[in-house]
């Protein structure tokens, strides 16, 4: 009887392990969201299991129950490793392997050793004697082993080299926290080799008894360690699988030889394809990936591309990034693959709010023009006395309708001008003109503008500029009528100075000079953008929508010229309109 209390001690240490275990199955138990985590439990559980099936087997008198409790630990047996190996892949980043398919494998495997053993009296496949240990009832089994039995070993052998093999490359490539973490985990795997060279080589201490649960029992308090000590946020490849299967965009990982080598859920579900991804070519999934590639062959790719989706169709936008190894050699792409339907969409309905808008402008101005039309006109035959002789205070009034129609005229030809612009609907209608005729018919308003604030409108035209050029007079005249509106409009005493000069050969200017308060350098390059205004207390006295200088430089840039300016605040301006010179 003295072989008692040998038994007595290994059932108290298998009976700490399986509370151990009991308490790791809580604590993990909480994390369960986080990928890897099932496997972890799974094969604490598995440990726990085997160690208690194993107490009650060394427990039972009755040879027929140890026989049971027997194959009740086949259980723990087959997947304890399935479980350490299906954490080990998460835990270093390749959980994508584990494809549904792959997954049956590993867990049909496994379970068939459950069934051989739980049948072992119609085929003795497993065990071929069953017998007690000296002959006594109490303590564990004496069994001979078949060849399945072997088998059942070498697929655990297999599963235990895989996962001492990936947490070594983990240890050895990743850094800080990771690395040490991943080093605690490599130890761990140290038991289950220790237990089996034992076993095989028979220089096991305890030659009647299994160690192999106390070795997985000690393997799986490691890895539960590392795994609960730092935390999920810690565990870097099990972030980054997460983050991975989280992105709203497709992720598609290829490998050198353009190989889909892991694919998030999202990327899945956009193609539609139920085949199993991993593998596969790319253009199996992208039809037109060569002439994409064709393209630019050396850079990377960014294309658009529509997919049908339950009856509707979708717009993705893809982009690539190339991976490099340490020798900065291309060996892998990343495809990053973004919804843009919504974007579209808005897109086009801006589009069309645009267009409707320019529309309702051109629309509205020409509905505005015929009844201006009348007013000016009308005033400009009572100021002329075609009517009748007129008071003095009758032909200012006159001149003071004269004056607002016209300003208010500027301003819808401005408006249906931007909107004109915008639509890509300007066409210059280029004929010869006199350069004096561009500014004479805007005289008299310019004039009754500029002298209403007690300013001297000057016009100086070049004696080196032909008489005739070619040109479209309507615009031309347009961009004097701005740039002096907008000189008069910001200068309160002084003048407004019109120049057309000859610059070179082959160009001719338009100046217009001021002496008003000027503008700032940080403001320059704004007031040429529409619906932009200095920010200054002068330039709040006055009205406009701040399309004139916008439309000047779209008109200056349509005619191939270009506008500069020169100021300084309090200083007056200089408006310089370049464009090439066409003689007749």
């Known amino acids: 009887m003295e072989i008692y ?10 009976l700490a392990s399986s509370v151990v275990g009991f308490l790791l199955l809580i604590r993990i138990w909480g994390l369960r969201s986080i990928p890897g985590t099932y496997g972890l439990l799974l094969a604490v559980g598995c440990a726990t299991q085997w160690s208690l099936a194993y107490i009650m087997e060394i427990l039972s008198t009755n040879l027929a129950q140890k026989i049971v409790w027997a194959k009740v630990q086949y259980f723990g047996i087959s997947y304890a490793a399935v479980g350490m190996f299906v954490f080990a892949m998460h835990y270093s980043g390749k959980g994508g392997w584990l494809t549904r398919t792959r997954t049956w494998v590993l867990a049909f495997s496994a379970g068939s050793f459950v069934l051989l053993a739980i049948t072992n009296e119609w085929h003795h496949l497993i065990w071929s004697t069953i017998q007690l240990t000296n002959g006594l009832p109490f303590g564990p089994l004496a069994l001979g082993h078949e060849p399945f039995f072997y088998f059942l070993v070498i697929f655990q052998y297999l599963l235990v080299a895989a996962i001492t093999i990936l947490f070594f490359q ?15 985990m490599l130890m761990g795997m140290a038991f289950p080799w220790a237990a089996n060279f034992m076993y095989i080589t028979g220089l096991n201490p305890f030659p009647s008894l299994d160690l192999t ?132 969409q808005a897109q086009e309905q801006l589009t069309e709010a645009s267009r409707l808008k320019s529309q309702l402008l051109a629309n509205l101005g020409h509905d505005l023009r015929s009844p201006l039309g ?187 010229g270009n506008i500069d300016l020169e100021s300084e605040a309090g200083k007056g301006c200089t408006f310089t309109v370049t464009l090439p010179l066409k003689e007749v």
Not at 246 to 251: F, K, L, R
């Open 213 to 344: 649960p106390i070795a997985l029992s000690l393997a799986n308090l490691f890895l539960s360690f590392s795994f609960l000590r730092y935390r999920f946020m810690d565990l870097k490849p099990i972030a980054l699988d997460s983050v991975f299967n989280a992105m709203q965009d497709g992720v598609v990982v290829l490998d050198g030889k353009e190989r889909i080598v892991d694919i998030n859920p999202v990327a899945t579900f956009i193609f539609q394809d139920t085949g199993a991804m991993l593998g596969r070519d790319i253009k199996s999934l992208l039809p037109d990936w060569e002439e994409w590639q064709t393209v630019n062959p050396p850079g990377e790719i960014n294309r658009e591309f529509s997919v049908e989706l339950a009856g509707d169709t979708l717009t993705f936008k893809m982009r690539t990034t190339s991976v490099f190894d340490h020798q900065g050699k291309r060996n892998g792409r990343i495809l990053l693959i973004s919804d843009i339907t919504e974007q579209q």
């Open 170 to 184: 983990t240890a050895t490539r990743s850094q800080n926290l990771y690395q040490s973490q991943s080093r605690t």
């Open 5 to 14: 209390p040998y038994y007595i001690g290994y059932i108290v240490i298998l």
């Open 374 to 560: 009348a007013i000016i006109g009308y005033a400009e035959m009572l100021k002329d006395g075609s009517f009748g002789p007129m008071s003095e205070q009758q032909v200012k009034a006159s001149s003071e309708i004269l004056d607002g129609a016209n300003q208010l005229l500027s301003f819808i030809n401005n408006l249906v001008g931007q909107a004109q612009i915008e639509t890509g609907k300007i066409i210059l209608r280029e004929y010869p003109f006199d350069v004096g005729e561009v500014i004479g018919p805007l005289l008299s308003t310019l004039n009754f503008h500029a002298q209403k604030k007690g300013l001297m409108l000057v016009e100086y035209i070049d004696p080196a500029l032909p008489q005739k050029l070619i040109g479209d007079q309507f615009w031309l005249r347009q961009i004097v009528m701005n740039l002096v509106h907008n000189s008069v409009k910001f200068t309160e005493k002084g003048s407004v100075t019109v120049r057309f000069i000859r610059c070179e050969t082959a160009l001719w200017a338009i100046q217009v000079i001021d002496t008003g308060i000027g503008i700032p350098p940080e403001a320059q390059k704004r007031v040429f953008e529409a619906f932009a205004q200095v920010n200054s207390p002068e330039n709040s006295k006055q009205g406009g929508f701040g399309l004139g200088l916008s439309i000047v430089a779209k008109l200056t840039s349509i005619m191939n």
